[in-house]
């Protein structure tokens, strides 16, 4: 099969594009680093058409670096646009092509907070924090985009593996390590977590599997973040994290960065499971953060005795 996969080179692209070779389909990459961007609608229409793709995934994004809560409707905005108007235009070229298959990347942790992991029927968040506010409004257009267009949504949980921001040199790592991230309240926040190599597997699974509508896609431990956090820190020889109340954690980072910290809820991957035939190579976050902190470790080794 002959795959277009927007965000080539981003976190889950990387993983998958070398995928999807192995698995024999011919794969065409678009990235702004490739020289296409995704609002550049006539671009876009340009190498979907010229690699004839049969299938095509979104996972174009562009997020900064360094994200502050406080400025996060700032620091997303060029993703919602790509989030709304790449994906307009992505499904216009794949449409003008002839592709079958179309799949895009959501989001696993933006429902209404709850008792509870959320299937894909539980809500999405009514009244978001205001920073959350326009990208969960992204998020929604992509869905309905999607939808219309007759393709899979796959709402992937917490990504790490390597170049997020959880990676041994990402910038949330960072901050764990100077111990700048406390548990707020009593760290109710349920994270589920999910590898970038189980995303671009979930993916893979999909392009041969016709399946549409909207799928969660994470690992099987869904963790509240004052159990995960401190046994991240210990991962990274890290002192433990400050405990601080919910109010403080709200000065310091705005509601955003609390509801982060305090609100959010985990998700159930079993519909996926059942019509993907999809399992994660790394059913809980500790394995797949000691998987990757231990590779990491080894490269500096290797990398410190050449």
């Not at 700032?74 to 994906?87: K, P, Q, S, V």
């Amino acid at each position: 099969m002959r795959v277009a996969v927007a965000g080539a080179t981003g976190v889950i692209g990387q993983c998958l594009m070398p995928l999807l070779s192995q698995a024999g389909h011919e794969v065409t990459g678009l990235s702004r680093e490739q020289g296409t961007d995704l609002l550049d609608r006539e671009a876009v229409a340009r190498v979907v058409g010229q690699a004839g793709a049969d299938a095509v995934v979104h996972l174009a994004t562009a997020i900064p670096a360094q994200v502050s809560p406080k400025t996060l409707a700032r620091d997303y905005a060029l993703t919602n646009r790509l989030r709304t108007e790449g994906t307009a235009n992505l499904i216009n070229a794949a449409q003008v092509a002839g592709a079958t298959r179309i799949i895009v990347q959501g989001l696993a942790y933006a429902y209404q907070p709850a008792s509870g992991l959320a299937d894909e029927d539980a809500p999405l968040w009514h009244n978001p924090p205001s920073q959350f506010a326009p990208v969960l409004a992204a998020l929604i257009e992509l869905e309905r985009l999607t939808a219309q267009a007759g393709g899979l949504v796959l709402r992937f949980g917490h990504l790490y593996g390597p170049g997020s921001i959880y990676a041994a040199d990402g910038s949330f790592t960072a901050q764990v390590r100077a111990g700048k991230v406390p548990v707020a309240g009593q760290g109710g926040s349920v994270f589920s977590f999910t590898h970038a190599r189980d995303a671009a597997a979930a993916i893979a699974a999909a392009i041969e599997h016709p399946v549409t509508g909207v799928l969660n896609v994470a690992d099987d431990n869904p963790v509240p973040i004052g159990d995960w956090l401190p046994a991240f820190a210990a991962m990274l020889g890290a002192r433990p994290p400050r405990h601080v109340p919910a109010f403080m954690a709200r000065l310091a980072v705005g509601s955003w960065g609390a509801a982060f910290m305090t609100q959010l809820r985990g998700a159930s991957s079993a519909r996926a499971k059942q019509q993907l035939s999809w399992l994660p190579r790394y059913p809980s976050w500790c394995d797949g953060f000691s998987a990757e902190l231990s590779a990491n470790a080894a490269a500096s080794r290797v990398i410190q005795g050449s």
